[in-house]
């Protein structure tokens, strides 16, 4: 499937992501990117796209909670409540799981957070 080298791409960020937390060391996947521009601007080849751009390194302290979390933009939820150990379980059979699809204040929350940090 074509498709898996972008799935390789992502667990090795998880995995990367979860090292470096491991180490102390900071991370964050930058979203908000115009990937045809990026492609350009370092020069990569035609027909070629970016799947991320991360930042890694030390940093004086880490966020109590996760950021979009103290942004009020999500919540963690119980998985206890959330997962139910069930065979054939699908969203029907699950009314009280939470809707994790795309939220439309992400955008504007990320922009919120970063011209906080200017």
């Not at 180490?23 to 080849?45: A, C, K, Q, Y």
């Not at 809707?99 to 955008?107: E, F, G, K, L, Q």
Request: glycine share 6%; proline share 9%.
């Amino acid at each position: 499937m074509p498709e898996m080298d972008l799935a390789s791409v992502a667990c090795a960020i998880q995995n990367l992501w979860l090292a470096a937390r491991a180490e102390n060391v900071g991370m964050g996947w930058v979203s908000l990117f115009d990937p045809e521009t990026l492609r350009r601007l370092i020069h990569m080849p035609e027909g070629s796209r970016p799947v991320a751009v991360l930042c890694l390194g030390y940093v004086p302290a880490f966020y109590p909670r996760p950021m979009l979390e103290e942004a009020d933009w999500a919540h963690r939820f119980d998985l206890k409540t959330w997962c139910k150990p069930t065979t054939g379980a699908t969203a029907a059979t699950h009314p009280g799981a939470p809707d994790i699809r795309y939220h439309p204040r992400t955008r504007k929350v990320l922009q919120s957070i970063e011209s906080e940090r200017v």
